[in-house]
């Protein structure tokens, strides 16, 4: 009898360590995933920074009136952008993944956090657009009138793909999200104790 319940405990011991191990595994891959995604995220931004300034410097020798601050506006925007997304991407190329399934939970909820703040801002650099639009019609000289209306149509097209790109991903990360949570489910987590959550 005693026999018996030693192999039952170290059989206990045996599964806990496996599933241990088998969890940490299944998110560390979860989290692998979610950092190529930040990656290809950066790189799409960075190369609609470029393709901004690039057209922005090509067309802004010969651009009159308010397309002149316009393009102006796109190229010094992107600049900007293009800064950030190149220091997003190298920080992202030096995360590692995480080792534990709430390490995991955690950088999900902070990205999806992060890109539902962005997308809120990115809708007031829009309204910011729109505004000066309306500011311009109140302006007798035709600089500031050509300047307010190539500044706003500029953080209109700028803040209409950010906040696309962001909601965009957002959603993406949300569906992820879920499969996350799902696949914690499969597993019994609470206070320090784990095993499989198996139903008959």
């Known amino acids: 009898m005693k026999s018996k319940i030693r192999y039952s405990i170290l059989f206990l011991v045996f599964l806990s360590f496996h599933l241990h191990g088998q969890m940490d595994s299944t998110f560390y891959f ?9 990656k290809t995220g950066m790189q799409v931004l960075a190369g609609w920074s470029v393709a901004n300034i690039v057209t922005g410097l ?3 020798s010969n651009a009159q009136g308010e397309d002149e601050y316009f393009n102006q506006m796109n190229v010094a925007w992107n600049v900007f952008n293009l800064s950030i ?3 997003g991407y190298l920080n992202t190329r030096k995360e590692e993944p995480g080792l534990t399934a709430m390490d995991v939970l ?10 539902l703040f962005n997308s ?3 809708v007031s650099y829009i309204f ?3 505004w000066l639009l309306e500011r311009a ?12 209306r190539g500044i706003g149509r500029s953080l209109i097209l700028q803040g209409t793909f950010l906040f696309l790109f962001d909601l965009s991903f957002y959603l993406i990360e949300t569906s992820n999200s879920s499969r996350l949570k799902e696949t914690m489910n499969l597993f019994f987590i609470s206070k ?6 198996i139903k008959f």
């Open 30 to 38: 979860y989290d692998i995933d979610r950092i190529h995604r930040q």
């Open 58 to 60: 090509a067309l802004k």
């Open 85 to 87: 997304s190149t220091l």
């Open 106 to 115: 955690q950088k999900q909820i902070k990205l999806e956090k992060s890109l």
């Open 120 to 122: 809120g801002l990115d």
């Open 128 to 130: 910011g657009g729109l």
């Open 137 to 148: 019609r109140n302006f007798e000289y035709i600089k500031e009138f050509n300047r307010f």
């Open 192 to 197: 320090g104790q784990l095993g499989m959550n």
